[in-house]
């Protein structure tokens, strides 16, 4: 069976430094990995993914996350965090074409000013 | 990308009535699904709505507590029954068609009083 881990409830982090929220995940073949973005009494934003090729992937809002297939992570990062990048982040994973999603249980983010 | 409007946005119910959930999707997409977050919780799929037929159910979840309509590719409905406070939740629509990035609404945020 699928599942993702999100290690780390909360993560807190300075206005300007790099930020790092963790996501590992156990699946047998070759996934397709996603992060998504939650802000208060909003949907999920999609905020980047990866499929196949470079394993270092670019998304919106200066967020990238880098696939590491021998440490089955997706860890999301980006250089310089925002006070706006505050909210709840989830990790999923999806097996391929018409296999649902399975969702992480998401690392709340703040950034303090 | 799919623009997805859900409505309502939030409600107030009384335990023992229902509220039906609109989503409406700016395309036709495939496959349409309602997912069930409850406070400080990830995303748990409910059901996956089926055109023109009816819904599959995860385990935990069934018809006569969350019916699902889909008479189009565009349009889909989920009524919570006979609620109860352990109804309260945020409940998200969702779309995917092309074997990646899934999008959501914005979500309707049930409080069962």
């Known amino acids: 069976a699928q599942s993702v881990a999100q290690p780390e409830d909360q993560v807190n982090v300075a206005e300007g430094n790099p930020l790092t929220v963790k996501c590992t995940y156990s699946v047998s073949g070759n996934p397709y990995l996603f992060w998504y973005v939650q802000y208060p009494n909003r949907g999920l934003q999609f905020l980047l993914k990866y499929i196949t090729g470079d394993n270092l992937v670019k998304g919106s809002y200066g967020f990238e996350a880098e696939f590491n297939k021998s440490q089955t992570s997706f860890h999301l990062k980006k250089p310089s965090a925002l006070v706006s990048d505050s909210a709840l982040y989830f990790c999923a994973v999806r097996l391929n074409y018409g296999q649902n999603f399975v969702f992480g249980p998401g690392t709340r983010l703040s950034v303090l000013p | 990308s799919a623009v997805i409007s859900q409505k309502p946005s939030r409600d107030i119910c009384q335990r023992g009535t229902s509220l039906t959930i609109q989503c409406q999707v700016d395309?036709?997409?495939?496959?349409m699904f309602w997912y069930r977050q409850q406070p400080g919780q990830s995303l748990t799929l409910i059901a996956t709505?089926?055109?023109?037929?009816?819904?599959?159910?995860e385990s935990g979840f069934v018809i006569d507590k969350f019916p699902i309509s889909r008479p189009n590719l565009t349009f889909s409905t989920l009524t919570v029954s006979n609620m109860s406070p352990e109804d309260s939740s945020i409940y998200l629509c969702s779309v995917y068609d092309t074997g990646t990035e899934a999008f959501f609404g914005q979500g309707t945020r049930l409080t069962v009083v």
């Open positions: 709505a089926n055109q023109g037929s009816e819904a599959t159910y």
């Open positions: 395309s036709q997409v495939t496959m």
